[in-house]
């Protein structure tokens, strides 16, 4: 008996037994020939992943396996709803650590997150994405990224981009990074794949730059962060950062000629792009080339004026906080790293009284008033 008389009613959909038979007789039901008769199936268990308990019965009882071979069906809409429903359990696993994630967005914002590699440490958490992780669907589902169904595709990097949010995850797509490489070469991909993309390799690469970076990760990402889109602008920003965290890395931004790009990026007026322009800054000047081309590029006046847009206003909702957190404080970084340049202290004295102020500021966080006299005491600093 179906539990929805609706589900009969659909011609779409196949009919939802009643309880704990509904899911195991969907299942059954993807064993049919027909793939009209699997298309059904699939749809009514989309449905269905909306429930948690059905959803948890799914992975508990051992029915991720069974979608293996669907994965390598003949039919493309069977493919694709069998990537629907996969994304739908990856979801609800990044739902359950939701709340990890934003620990992990505060340390970021801190500057911590990737010096400290935290990301890497993080315990697991119980929930579908792992039990993904366990099961054999990785390599089909990988395979898929060249379907010839846009809509197959997309959902592909649905999945693989929930997964990057648990540590396991983005270290089990490690040695998918090339070929995520030359994906980022297709132009012809919609925006919406193209964000994705991105926004994996900008976890990946925060675990481990050295695949990405590796793969002519610099220049692939650097030709994104021209585009026409502001999310995938957004998203190559912070993928360009994570690049620049190892050495390798900060000297590819300088050989490459992305520094100019990046400090062009300063100039929007998305405060994510520039937070996430700011950090590639804070990483690349850390070395003497990085130095010399931002202080070419007059790069200083530009942080400066930044700074001093930079207001906290107290009905400022918390997300859009953490982002202008994120940004004061690689600001004030990329400045103290700057200072240790003769040229780039010589324009920093001319404006010590702002940074004075700054470093004073008893209502700003105090990560950011740090940050502040870190940089004061930099410019001030005699031998």
């Not at 270290?171 to 925006?191: F, I, Q, R, Y």
């Not at 976890?203 to 793969?215: E, T």
Request: hydrophobic share 40%; aromatic share 2%; net charge negative.
């Amino acid at each position: 008996m179906s539990r929805d008389t609706g589900d009969q009613l659909d011609p779409g959909r196949a009919p939802v037994a009643f309880g704990l038979r509904a899911v195991p007789r969907l299942f059954e039901e993807l064993q049919q020939p027909g793939s009209g008769c699997r298309r059904r199936a699939l749809a009514s268990l989309c449905g269905l992943m909306l429930d948690p308990e059905r959803l948890h019965q799914t992975v508990s009882g051992g029915f991720l396996e069974q979608l293996k071979v669907l994965l390598k069906d003949e039919d493309p809409s069977v493919r694709g709803e069998t990537c629907k429903l996969l994304h739908l359990l990856s979801s609800h696993s990044v739902g359950r650590t939701s709340r990890r994630y934003e620990e992990f967005v505060e340390l970021e914002g801190r500057g911590d997150f990737l010096e400290r590699g935290e990301l890497g440490a993080a315990p697991l958490t119980s929930g579908c994405g792992e039990a993904l992780l366990s099961s054999s669907l990785l390599p089909p589902l990988s395979q898929l990224l060249d379907d010839q169904s846009s809509s197959c595709r997309t959902n592909v990097h649905r999945v693989l981009n929930r997964l990057t949010l648990l540590p396991a995850g983005a270290d089990a797509l490690l040695s998918l990074v090339p070929k995520l490489m030359l994906k980022l070469k297709e132009e012809e991909e919609e925006e919406e794949v193209q964000v994705l993309l991105l926004s994996t390799l900008s976890c990946v690469s925060r675990l481990d730059a050295l695949p990405a970076l590796s793969s002519d990760g610099v220049s692939l990402v650097g030709h994104k962060l021209s585009h026409r889109s502001l999310s995938v602008r957004r998203e190559a920003a912070a993928a360009m950062m994570a690049l620049s965290v190892p050495e390798d890395g900060k000297c590819q931004v300088c050989e490459k000629a992305v520094l100019p790009v990046v400090v062009g990026l300063l100039q929007e007026e998305d405060v994510e792009i520039q937070a996430n322009a700011a950090g590639v800054i804070m990483y690349t000047v850390i070395i003497t080339a990085g130095k010399q081309q931002c202080l070419d590029l007059d790069v200083v006046p530009v942080l400066l004026r930044l700074l001093s847009n930079q207001r906290r206003e107290e009905d400022e909702e918390a997300q859009r906080r953490r982002r202008r957190k994120a940004l004061v404080v690689y600001t004030l970084r990329a400045l103290t790293s700057l200072a240790e340049a003769p040229d780039g202290r010589r324009l920093l004295l001319e404006q010590l009284p702002l940074l004075e102020r700054q470093s004073e500021a008893t209502e700003e966080d105090q990560d950011i008033q740090r940050a502040a006299q870190t940089l004061v005491r930099a410019v001030t600093w005699t031998p």
